[in-house]
């Protein structure tokens, strides 16, 4: 059985723009997507920023009405049955709000238990143990704004796991947590598709995708642009090598007219302090390389270290998404 | 039911922890009255010592109604900001429930403007101070709570439902200390201007209150504005229950729940 199933799935915002003539201006942020996930799946819906990843779970969780297609929970309408669902899902956006920080952890769980209707002896004995899953014992009597960035994602797990929901929804979760907060976070979501939850987690982070999901879908500028295994996703890039490139203070002008280049697939740019690493796919392998260096050269681009290396999960991701991370 | 009255209970506890650190609501539900006391105080000092009760009531009104009508336009907007609304809405509770919460704590801290204003008037200027008909005055205090909840009801989703109306908020702050009849009969005010008066629960409120303060309240008086005091609050539900729809309703398609 599917827990989530997904038609076509279309969302549209609008914004006025102007001061005198106003004028209005859409911006498709879900354009017709379609996917199932499995009940007890680990699903990962992975974009770059803007993609379309947190509108299609906002409408998903209820809070936002699609303008078109349909998405249903547990056999529920997103829209007509939004009540139905509502008890039976839990969701984490990333980042620090959702909760009230002039309060104790144990208040806002306190207080989301009331809310889910929880019955107040179950709810007194889970709340010591999901603070104990979360690494929030001996802090739970402290005002949320004391708390670390870290602190706060893993009240929110803790928040969204509460009234024991079926299906989970986790919305960048490891955004801006430090590495170890991240690793144990990711830990906390495996152990929940042991619990036979579904879990639906966006991401924009390739390799936890690929640690965590059975199934991954790309999304792109609000469309659906591969939905495989993460091992199926490999075979994107099998025909392809990576070429690294560092260079000092790359113009866009430059980034274009490398992506204008026969033979080259994508390239994308990482900005790392004072100089940048350009990723160029090609299917030539180190066979490019003199082509890339002359035209750099021949634009007063500064080279570092270049080196040619097979592709990964991550080079799948790229391409798929054209460079845009 | 009982899980609703839960979730009121909890809002109400931890809705009142977050105001009494608010400096806004401290501002207005103790500041503000006590200068409004002052003023009056010396105003009436020039007349007739013996009405000290009628300013405490009526600054301890506008205490009530600053608060109210702050709160009561922030409620929805402040979970908004913090992030907490989608939450809220995403529970199988109905967002009028944490609102009715919400606005209990408000009328309860804001009842302290008026003991503060007791003591002021009656430590610090050594006013007689007595409540000539104590029990119909504290049931009309009572009847006011409800009463006031539903004018919170209301107050809240309208203002949800266009973030830009919550800049009227300070433009609606007086004209309700004179229509509401806080600090001065509304006889005084011109004709055509008592029906809007009638149709504010707050001003029933004040006018009970006044009356069995100041002992001059006849049991049809007292009952009359108990009766308009239930009645506009049933009005004010009926409102505000359709408005909490369609609200919420614009809210999932205007995305405005959160600030994305």
């Not at chain 1, 999901?213 to 792109?220: L, P, S, T």
């Not at chain 2, 069995?212 to 004010?236: H, N, Q, R």
Request: proline share 4%; aromatic share 8%; with cysteine.
């Amino acid at each position: 059985m599917n827990a989530i199933e997904v038609r076509d799935l279309r969302r549209v915002f609008r914004a006025t723009i102007g001061t005198i003539r106003r004028r209005t201006k859409e911006v498709v942020a879900v354009d017709g997507i379609s996917f199932d996930v499995r009940d007890g799946e680990l699903f990962g819906l992975l974009g770059p920023n803007g993609a379309g990843k947190t509108t299609t779970v906002k409408m998903l969780t209820t809070l936002l009405i699609p303008t078109g297609g349909t998405a249903t929970i547990l056999g529920h309408d997103v829209v007509q049955g939004a009540g139905s669902i509502r008890p039976r899902i839990g969701f984490i956006f990333g980042g620090e709000r959702g909760l009230y920080w002039r309060l104790s952890a144990k208040d806002n769980l306190r207080y989301f238990a009331d809310l889910y209707h929880m019955d107040p002896d179950i709810a007194k004995r889970r709340l010591p143990e999901l603070l104990e899953l979360v690494g929030l014992t001996g802090r739970e009597d402290e005002k949320v704004e004391g708390y670390s960035r870290g602190m706060r994602q893993r009240l929110h797990v803790a928040r969204c796991l509460l009234h024991d929901p079926q299906v989970l929804f986790l919305d960048e979760p490891t955004m801006g947590l430090d590495p170890v907060g991240a690793r144990e976070l990711r830990q906390v979501i495996q152990n929940l598709v042991s619990q036979d939850k579904t879990v639906f987690l966006t991401t924009h982070y390739m390799f936890e995708a690929d640690a965590l999901c059975e199934r991954v879908a790309v999304i792109n500028h609000g469309q659906i642009v591969a939905l495989d295994s993460p091992e199926g996703l490999k075979g994107h890039v099998e025909d392809l090598s990576v070429i690294e490139v560092e260079v000092f203070g790359i113009a866009p002008a430059m980034v274009d007219a490398l992506r204008q280049m026969a033979d080259v697939d994508t390239v994308s740019v990482e900005d790392r302090d004072q100089k940048q690493s350009l990723r160029i796919h090609s299917p030539l392998g180190s066979a490019i390389v003199p082509q890339i260096m002359q035209r750099l050269d021949g634009n007063g681009a500064r080279v570092g270290r270049v080196t040619v290396r097979e592709p990964t999960l991550e080079d799948a991701y790229v391409r798929l998404v054209g460079g845009e991370v | 039911m009982i899980a609703n009255l839960r979730v009121i209970r909890t809002t109400f506890e931890l809705d009142l922890k977050q105001q009494a650190v608010d400096l806004f609501m401290i501002f207005g539900v103790v500041i503000q009255p006590l200068l409004i006391a002052i003023m009056a105080i010396y105003m009436l000092l020039e007349r007739d010592a013996s009405r000290g009760i009628y300013v405490v009531v009526g600054s301890g009104m506008t205490g009530l109604w600053t608060s109210l009508l702050f709160r009561g336009a922030f409620n929805i907007n402040a979970e908004r900001f913090m992030g907490t609304l989608e939450g809220i809405v995403a529970s199988p509770s109905a967002l009028a429930t944490v609102v009715i919460g919400k606005t209990l704590a408000s009328v309860t801290l804001s009842l302290l403007s008026m003991i503060f204003s007791y003591g002021l008037a009656s430590l610090v200027f050594r006013l007689p101070l007595s409540v000539a008909q104590p029990v119909p005055f504290l049931l009309s205090l009572l009847v006011m709570v409800p009463t006031f909840i539903a004018f919170g009801l209301l107050i809240s989703p309208l203002m949800a439902v266009n973030l830009s109306l919550s800049g009227w908020v300070n433009a609606l702050e007086y004209p309700m200390y004179i229509l509401g009849g806080f600090l001065f009969p509304i006889l005084l005010l011109p004709g055509w201007s008592n029906p809007l008066s009638y149709v504010l629960a707050p001003y029933w409120a004040a006018r009970v209150l006044h009356a069995t303060s100041s002992g001059v309240a006849t049991p049809a008086d007292v009952l009359l504005s108990w009766a308009m005091m239930l009645l506009l609050g049933i009005l004010y539900i009926a409102a505000s229950y359709r408005l909490f729809k369609v609200v919420l309703r614009r809210a999932r398609v205007d995305a405005t729940l959160s600030l994305m």
